[in-house]
């Protein structure tokens, strides 16, 4: 792909791969411009139906400009490929941030009203993430959150636990109502907030095991170890607000952003 030319984007690098595809830096030639190209596998895009569904649903996200939310220029298909043209964010996953060590307080609740800010225009306009997790925030080189991948996460099979207890998706991240395969709205994106926030704060997920099917049964069944048990130095405040953000019952939940963010 290194060197060609897809409708008017020239590739330049892979910069990144995972399961919602591959991505790449790309030289917009009309607009001359950086962009980043997401290019979709075809099988997550399943039937007619879905696909129409999914373009859809990307065009609700590319209608979205917020300082927080990665823009999408444009959704097309092209020499068998269809690809997101997105802007490129310069900079480094918060996931990859807290790989080393916590955050310090205040960079993790920046980045988390950062975040909310983001999901609250998203939720403002019906558009549901329902991928939040520390791989899909970038912290730009002016260390600023943006949240990627918006639209993108109803594809094919990423909602939904299949039935041996597997998953396309990310399951540490997931609502009990998600991991069940039941419908979601916008209180699943502020349990994913939640477990980012806990993430942030400690340096680990809040709910873990060894396969994922021990993930979901640690997500439905059981508390997390309260953050302040694991950090001296978080307020009794800043815990309250995580476990309300992570209650199991989506009624005992903030539910919004909006009301997290408060």
């Avoid at 950090?231 to 009624?251: F, G, H, W, Y």
Wanted: charge should be negative; charged fraction near 25%; include cysteine.
């Amino acid at each position: 792909m290194i060197g060609k030319t897809i409708s008017h984007y020239r590739i330049l690098k892979k910069i990144g791969q995972g399961g919602m595809g591959v991505i790449y830096l790309a030289e917009d030639t009309r607009l001359q411009r950086t962009v980043a190209l997401k290019f979709l596998p075809q099988h997550l895009l399943g039937s007619d139906t879905e696909k129409t569904r999914f373009i859809h649903e990307a065009r609700a996200a590319a209608a979205l400009d917020h300082p927080n939310i990665c823009t999408i220029h444009e959704l097309d298909e092209a020499d068998g490929h269809t690809f997101i043209a997105m802007t490129y964010v310069e900079g480094e996953s918060l996931k990859q941030k807290i790989e080393t060590r916590p955050l310090a307080l205040p960079d993790a609740v920046r980045y988390a009203i950062q975040i909310g800010n983001g999901l609250k225009e998203a939720h403002n306009n019906d558009v549901v993430h329902r991928d939040v997790k520390s791989a899909n925030v970038v912290i730009s080189a002016k260390d600023h959150a943006v949240v990627m991948d918006l639209g993108l996460a109803k594809l094919r099979g990423q909602t939904r636990v299949t039935r041996d207890g597997t998953t396309v998706g990310t399951v540490a991240y997931m609502s009990p109502e998600q991991a069940r395969g039941d419908d979601v709205d916008r209180r699943s994106d502020v349990w994913s907030l939640g477990v980012v926030l806990y993430e942030m704060l400690t340096g680990r997920l809040p709910f873990r095991g060894e396969h994922e099917a021990a993930v979901v049964y640690a997500i439905m069944n059981e508390n997390s170890e309260p953050v302040t048990a694991l950090r001296s130095d978080i307020p009794m405040d800043l815990e309250r607000i995580v476990n309300k953000a992570t209650a199991k019952n989506p009624q005992e939940r903030y539910q919004s952003v909006d009301d997290m963010l408060v």
